[in-house]
């Protein structure tokens, strides 16, 4: 069985760093044989092993073009040649254990993390979800024959998607969490203790800020009035992991 990945990397707040490290941690903890795709506009720095295909063609509003609705281009059938189940991951996160167990739960299924701001609502994060090729077209056509009337009754992409699968069952909680959600201290104690790794965790995503790299040196970007309670701690695990 080949284990399939693909990632999507647009503009510039990603350089492809970002993309070659995730593909280095998914080979460390995956077996067998690996397909990692990266679908970008840009493929200037990519490892040779990274293979790479044009963003997919979508139909998308002026202003959502470089937003998470892009990643709706993904669900449109005969992508890139893939076939059978496919993981697709954020480049935003950090690959920290063995990967093996996302390709033998539930296989044939829609699964994904559930959002870790809406726990028990019925919604997806889909920074870290598995589908299966040729399944649940309908989120691409439906978006392809009328986006306005989604973008009218949702305000983001995975929104819609959780409304279109509404059976796709979740992740187990300890696989996948938030840095900033899951494992940031709470203020004030983020000012003293280092956010710790659970040994269960195999994915930890960076939504929103601080990034891997601002998180591993203890930056976080943020307006000055608000930098007394968005602090981290340099946080050495992302060294070992994120490499």
Not at 66 to 74: A, D, H, I, N
Not at 190 to 200: C, R
């Amino acid at each position: 069985m080949v284990k399939n990945v693909v990632c999507m990397k647009w503009g510039t707040r990603y350089p492809a760093p970002f993309v070659n490290r995730l593909y280095r941690a998914i080979r460390r903890n995956t077996t067998g044989n690996l397909r990692f795709v990266c679908f970008t506009d840009d493929t200037e720095g990519l490892m040779p092993e990274v293979e790479h295909q044009p963003l997919p063609p979508i139909d998308i509003p002026e202003p959502l073009q470089w937003t998470p609705w892009r990643k709706l281009s993904l669900w449109q059938p005969g992508l890139g040649g893939l076939e059978g189940d496919v993981l697709f991951l954020d480049i935003d996160l950090v690959v920290t254990g063995n990967m093996d167990p996302f390709w033998e739960y539930n296989p044939g299924e829609m699964c994904v993390a559930e959002n870790w701001t809406q726990k028990g609502q019925g919604i997806g994060n889909t920074s870290v979800y598995r589908w299966n090729m040729g399944k649940h077209t309908e989120i691409y056509e439906q978006y392809q024959r009328d986006n306005a009337s989604v973008h009218a009754e949702h305000r983001v992409e995975q929104h819609y998607v959780s409304a279109m699968v509404p059976k796709m069952i979740y992740w187990p909680d300890a696989w996948c969490v938030s840095f900033k959600h899951s494992l940031l201290p709470k203020f004030p104690m983020n000012w003293f203790q280092t956010p710790a790794l659970p040994s269960e965790t195999k994915i930890v995503a960076f939504t929103g800020r601080p990034d891997q790299d601002e998180a591993r040196d203890g930056k976080w970007p943020a307006p000055w009035y608000k930098k007394f309670y968005k602090h981290v701690k340099p946080t050495p695990w992302i060294t070992e992991h994120w490499q």
